[in-house]
Structure formats: structure tokens, C-alpha cells
């Protein structure tokens, strides 16, 4: 089986524009995840989508937002986006509430 | 709310030594999953075990094994004749019986291995 798949790897962006990134999850799995990894904070949840719904989120600010399309496929905007956005996002996807597997990130620069 | 601490924030071995890295866990629900990731220089969170809250038992998997106690609610993971391809961030992780997956995780403990 593919494992899951983000797109774009790498991103480039100034402050006030906002960005969208994609997440393919592991077919068959339903369940999608997004975190936020800084060297500052580590390793933050964002949110998480089931069925097109999202079922959890975290402490994020709205410009922070998420979707899940028909086919499980996710993705996730950041509007107006600021230097502290600089991250890596990481997508991951599971069958049930239980193992998450990740895929290789976004990595966001925000200049 | 639930926290995993993981005090080691770097440990440097030479090949071949033995490595324990350290997790300690917090959380107020009976029913939980642990976890360890391992993210090398690439970015991407390899899974490497998961743990059931109950299920105590140790687990060994070649050279990687891992010490579960409730009483002192810490998993251990402990790397034996480490080699220089295990030097990578080890993440431990805590998640909630909730119905969804939300993993809460530790700040990460950097492993390098010299030859």
C-alpha cells in the first residue's frame, strides 16, 4: 500500500498570504490528522477529520482551517499567514482511533 | 489534560552501546494508547510500536524493546548495540480512548550515534 502522500514538500511565503496544503492518506483509511511541528513548541495537533467532518481540533487560532473531501483526501488552509507559521505540517492518517501513520510533511516558510 | 515528558532532550552514544531513552506520561482516563515515533533528518514520523493501557507487557522487536509500568507511568524504550542508522528525534506519545486519534506528544529526545 502507498503510505500517505502531502503535497507541496516544500513552500515559500510571505506574511499576509495564505497557503493550502494537501494530504492523500493511506487507502482505506478515513480518519485524517494535521500537526504542526516548530522547534519551539514541538509537535502540535491541529485538527482531525473523519468522513468529511471534523471530530477534534486544537489550540489553534481560526485562520487555521481544515477539510476532508468524499474520497478521504484532506487538505488545510492558513490565511493571512505570519513569520510563526513556519513549520512543518504533517499529515496522518489512520483506519480507527488508534495508530496514526504520518507522511513526509509540508515544510511552510513564511517570510 | 494529559502530557508525556521526555527529559533527555539529546543523548550521544558511540555504536554498539546500549541506550535507554525516557518517557513519563500523564492522564487522568483509564483507557489510553502510548507510542514511540521515530522522525530521522527527512521530516517523516515512523511509527514504531504502539501500547494498549492495558497491556503491561514488555516487547522486544530486534534490537528495540520497551518497558511498560503504570505504577510510575512511564515507557521506556531502550535500543540495544545502537548503530549510526538509529541516530534520529524519538518521539513519545500519548492518546486518549476518545473515539478519534489525537496524539499528544513529548518534546522529542535527539539520538546520535557516532562510529
Avoid at chain 1, 511541528?37 to 473523519?50: D, V
Avoid at chain 1, 507559521?85 to 489512520?94: F, G, H
Avoid at chain 2, 494529559?2 to 531513552?21: C, G, H
Amino acid at each position: 500500500k502507498a503510505g500517505v502522500t502531502q503535497t507541496p514538500r516544500y513552500l515559500i511565503k510571505t506574511r499576509g498570504q495564505q497557503v493550502t496544503l494537501s494530504c492523500s492518506p493511506i487507502s482505506g483509511h478515513r480518519s485524517v490528522s494535521w500537526y504542526q511541528q516548530t522547534p519551539g513548541q514541538g509537535l502540535q495537533f491541529l485538527f482531525e477529520y473523519f468522513s468529511e467532518t471534523q471530530r477534534n481540533k486544537g489550540n489553534f487560532p481560526g485562520r487555521f482551517s481544515g477539510r476532508q473531501f468524499s474520497n478521504s483526501r484532506s487538505e488545510m488552509n492558513v490565511s493571512t499567514l505570519e513569520l510563526g507559521d513556519s513549520a512543518l505540517y504533517l499529515c496522518a492518517s489512520s483506519s480507527t482511533a488508534e495508530t496514526q501513520y504520518f507522511g513526509p510533511g509540508t515544510r511552510l516558510l513564511v517570510l | 489534560a494529559q502530557k508525556v515528558t521526555q527529559a533527555q532532550t539529546e543523548i550521544s552514544v558511540v555504536e554498539k552501546e546500549d541506550v535507554t531513552l525516557d518517557c513519563v506520561y500523564e492522564t487522568r482516563d483509564t483507557t489510553y494508547y502510548l507510542f514511540w515515533y521515530k522522525q530521522p533528518p527527512s521530516g517523516e514520523l515512523v511509527f514504531l510500536i504502539r501500547r494498549n493501557s492495558f497491556d503491561e507487557q514488555n516487547e522486544i522487536s530486534g534490537r528495540y524493546s520497551w518497558n511498560f509500568q503504570k505504577s510510575t507511568s512511564s515507557f521506556n524504550f531502550t535500543i540495544t548495540a545502537s548503530q549510526v542508522v538509529d541516530s534520529a528525534v524519538y518521539f513519545c506519545a500519548l492518546s486518549e480512548d476518545k473515539g478519534y486519534s489525537t496524539l499528544t506528544f513529548g518534546k522529542g529526545t535527539m539520538l546520535l550515534v557516532s562510529p
